[in-house]
């Protein structure tokens, strides 16, 4: 049996993948993740152990419950240029009452800056409490001027530089600087994406 009909996509689409014209989609990823028992990590960064049935890959629980709670959807956040949000809310979310939802704030991702890992109307939980230290090298919610925007944050210990890195090549870094009016709001700790 063909690769591509265990894949259920056509075989022009599975050669242009192989020749890397174009990029797998996330539910396609999902499928090869759980069809090879490939880790899904490992297929969007090349980071860590590529097999699932590594002894050393992290096991996340979650604690089981059956209160939920709500978290207003408060605005869309920009995967691209920082730009104005408007509050006002999208819908909700419900999360475990086990997590500190007072800390949590919800916003609808909006374009493509932060592809593969963030995806256009994911929505995204950012915790609102991390400290100042716990920053560095992770995705953040963060308010510049009048615009925010959703990117990973590097500290360039020897420069002393901090940037907003996307993981999209085709957009550019941010480099913070005096000039500009920076917020960070929070890091992001939940992400939620529908595969309708």
């Given at each position: 049996?063909?690769?591509?009909?265990?894949?259920?996509?056509?075989?022009?689409?599975?050669?242009?993948?192989?020749?890397?014209?174009?990029?797998?989609n996330m539910p396609l990823l999902h499928k090869i993740s759980k069809l090879y028992s490939v880790n899904l990590?490992?297929?969007?960064?090349?980071?860590?152990?590529?097999?699932?049935?590594?002894?050393?890959?992290?096991?996340?629980?979650?604690?089981?419950?059956?209160?939920?709670?709500?978290?207003?959807?408060?605005?869309?956040?920009?995967?691209?240029?920082?730009?104005?949000?408007?509050?006002?809310?999208?819908?909700?979310?419900?999360?475990?009452?086990?997590?500190?939802?007072?800390?949590?704030?919800?916003?609808?991702?909006?374009?493509?800056?932060?592809?593969?890992?963030?995806?256009?109307?994911?929505i995204v939980i950012i915790n609102r409490d991390c400290l100042e230290d716990c920053y560095d090298n992770r995705?953040?919610?963060?308010?510049?001027?009048?615009?925010?925007?959703?990117?990973?944050?590097?500290?360039?210990?020897?420069?002393?530089?901090?940037?907003?890195?996307?993981?999209?090549?085709?957009?550019?870094?941010?480099?913070?600087?005096?000039?500009?009016?920076?917020?960070?709001?929070?890091?992001?700790?939940?992400?939620?994406?529908?595969?309708?």
């Amino acid at each position: 049996m063909q690769i591509s009909s265990v894949l259920e996509i056509n075989q022009g689409n599975y050669s242009r993948l192989e020749k890397n014209n174009i990029e797998p989609n996330m539910p396609l990823l999902h499928k090869i993740s759980k069809l090879y028992s490939v880790n899904l990590h490992w297929l969007l960064t090349g980071e860590g152990n590529m097999l699932l049935d590594s002894p050393d890959l992290p096991k996340v629980s979650f604690p089981v419950t059956h209160e939920m709670k709500e978290i207003p959807i408060s605005a869309e956040i920009s995967a691209g240029e920082p730009i104005e949000a408007i509050d006002h809310e999208l819908g909700v979310v419900q999360v475990s009452s086990a997590l500190p939802v007072e800390s949590l704030v919800a916003f609808r991702v909006n374009g493509a800056s932060m592809k593969p890992v963030v995806q256009h109307n994911d929505i995204v939980i950012i915790n609102r409490d991390c400290l100042e230290d716990c920053y560095d090298n992770r995705i953040v919610a963060v308010r510049i001027d009048d615009g925010i925007t959703l990117k990973k944050f590097v500290l360039d210990h020897e420069s002393k530089n901090a940037w907003l890195f996307p993981f999209n090549l085709q957009y550019k870094p941010i480099k913070l600087n005096d000039n500009m009016d920076i917020r960070i709001i929070g890091v992001l700790d939940y992400l939620i994406r529908s595969f309708k």
